[in-house]
């Protein structure tokens, strides 16, 4: 591909903004569409051309990049009213990088395939920094041959570019990194907990976790914040609620069981329940105190 | 400390063992006691003296090291019949290995300080393999006075060593870790199960999981012998089961939730119950495959 290409990008916000530019600023001639008109003004000021609906930007557009929030929102853009479905010409790409259902993103490649157009599901991790540093991890289904075509565009916009297999493969990734992810965090929060209400530091106890067997990523990141009581920087908590849903779903409709995650997802649902869903994550050790101190 | 001090060392497995040949290694004389006589013989051959009961042991020793199985056995060798109180002098030093129960080790501390005896819990983490080559972490409770005395011999046996509080500390440290252990070992086996079922290759998921957030010693450890289905060696089940149990015994006794740990132990109970207890602890996933296709 070449910078002759012409992209489209529809979903502008933390994540979908500095993607954006990170393409505009390779040389990529960039059309936009978001629903909150108030995003676009960024981009429209770099120079890309805004559009009135998926349908008109998809039209014009050789590739294009979707990134908005819930399965409902990419099914909407790319097969609802004025969609990208109803403009774009055969031979399109239409790359999907929201974290949604597998489920979903199957039905949408079906129908956006029937009608000609190509479809890969690239859902992201690495969050907000990872977009503006190009850093992310892309995880991709889809067709080998479309991977290809779309590769040099995806090495804008991450370092760990991966194609995980058929359409669904990158979402079922997804959900798998998202559930071992939450359900890590629960174990943290519960040994931190735990130690806390023993009288042995927290601080201490994690220093000698990093060391052994039980270190992990989280334990790191969250860990601290849980040790610090830094609820308030961070990663909102909902969009792990959002993701581990995903997983549980996709658990459920294969029958697949998951009884951590299960306890996890619960525990998730008292944390947004009880207004905590704009926190960072590891607020999720608030749930367990607040269980413990009814006893 | 210097090395005319006489050591005790009860509990020859494949712990107490390498442990007690490491610390003459380094030039003390070696008292030691075994359960089964047959463990007796690799430390009869290199110098120690070999013991009929905890009691006499403790009669000729100034710091006694005790590594058996369970809160009972070590309840048992300090305070039973025959045991280490009948023995010892005032000003010994009695130091428990094992990981056993924080209210345990309290009541033994308690029972042996009450006699002029000092106690410290120190638990391990490393496995034989720490043992052997002297890399153990050792998580210590007790009086600082008792552990600024005992610790060049703690030097012997392992490399990174921390007083965590006072009596019990050491071993809610090991509870925490082990808490937070079990669990990231079930959220791994509950993600590459889903992998798998969905068709993604769980090897490639378990691959990008490490490059992220949700990456864990776990995952890399038993992850992978999860992928490659090698069972047969690695760490007993069992351990993990009895040191979980420890850690929720000691939430219900302090009114402290941990639903993920709650749920990790029953899925531990079916590995144990359908006869995986001397499996390698990744063994897990199949408790999950199997609840799997009985849907």
């Given amino acids: 591909m070449t910078a002759q290409l012409q992209l489209g990008f529809i979903g502008l916000g933390v994540m979908g903004r500095p993607m954006a530019l990170n393409l505009m600023q390779a040389g990529y001639s960039m059309a936009v569409y978001a629903r909150r008109k108030e995003s676009l003004a960024p981009l429209i000021a770099t120079g890309a051309r805004a559009f009135a609906a998926p349908a008109a930007l998809a039209a014009e557009c050789d590739v ?45 490649a079906q129908a956006l395939e029937a009608r000609g157009v190509d479809h890969l599901d690239a859902p992201v991790s690495g969050g907000p920094m990872g977009a503006q540093g190009a850093t992310l991890s892309i995880m991709v289904g889809g067709k ?22 058929d359409h669904g493969a990158g979402q079922v990734t997804k959900a798998c990194n998202q559930l071992a992810l939450t359900v890590t965090l ?76 299960a306890a996890t997802l619960q525990q998730i649902n008292a944390l947004i329940g009880s207004g905590g869903g704009k926190s960072d994550f590891s607020r999720m050790i608030e749930v367990l105190e607040r269980a413990a101190r009814s006893n």
Same sequence: chains 1, 2.
């Fill in 144 to 165: 080998p041959r479309v991977f290809e075509r779309v590769k040099p565009l995806f090495e804008r916009l991450g370092k760990t570019i991966l194609h995980m297999g």
């Fill in 186 to 261: 629960q174990a943290v929060a519960e040994a931190l907990l735990l130690a806390q209400r023993c009288g042995v530091d927290p601080a201490k106890v994690r220093e000698v976790m990093l060391g052994g067997i039980a270190a992990s990523r989280v334990l790191e990141l969250f860990g601290k914040r849980m040790v610090e009581r830094d609820f308030e920087n961070g990663i909102d908590a909902r969009l792990y609620h959002k993701d581990l849903n995903i997983a549980l779903d996709l658990a459920h409709s294969l029958g697949i069981p998951a009884p951590a995650a």
């Fill in 64 to 108: 294009i990049f979707t990134i908005v929030t819930a399965s409902a929102d990419s099914e909407q853009v790319a097969l609802g009213m004025q969609g990208i479905a109803e403009g774009a010409r055969a031979g399109t790409i239409v790359v999907d990088m929201a974290t949604i259902s597998p489920l979903a993103t199957r039905r949408i």
